[in-house]
């Protein structure tokens, strides 16, 4: 895992999301179903693959 970005805003049904970057991945399939099958507390991750790339930072996000 590269970077991590939860915001504070929720979607139109309530729930909390965020977004995960990760370095290369040699075997994708392996490394969802490793990530399908993680519970936090009383919640079940989901994940979906990102539809688009984003090749640099954004200029609005804050250097850490």
């Known amino acids: 895992v590269s970077d991590v970005f ?3 805003k929720t ?3 309530g729930q909390r ?6 370095r290369a991945v ?3 399939e392996e490394f969802l179903s ?3 099958d993680i519970w936090l507390g009383a ?3 989901r994940i979906n ?10 200029p609005r996000s804050p250097l850490r």
């Open 11 to 13: 979607t139109k049904s």
């Open 34 to 36: 490793k990530l399908q």
């Open 26 to 28: 040699p075997d994708m």
């Open 6 to 8: 939860i915001p504070s």
């Open 49 to 58: 693959i990102s539809r688009f790339r984003r090749d640099s930072p954004s």
């Open 17 to 22: 999301f965020g977004f995960v970057r990760s």
């Open 43 to 45: 919640f079940k991750l």
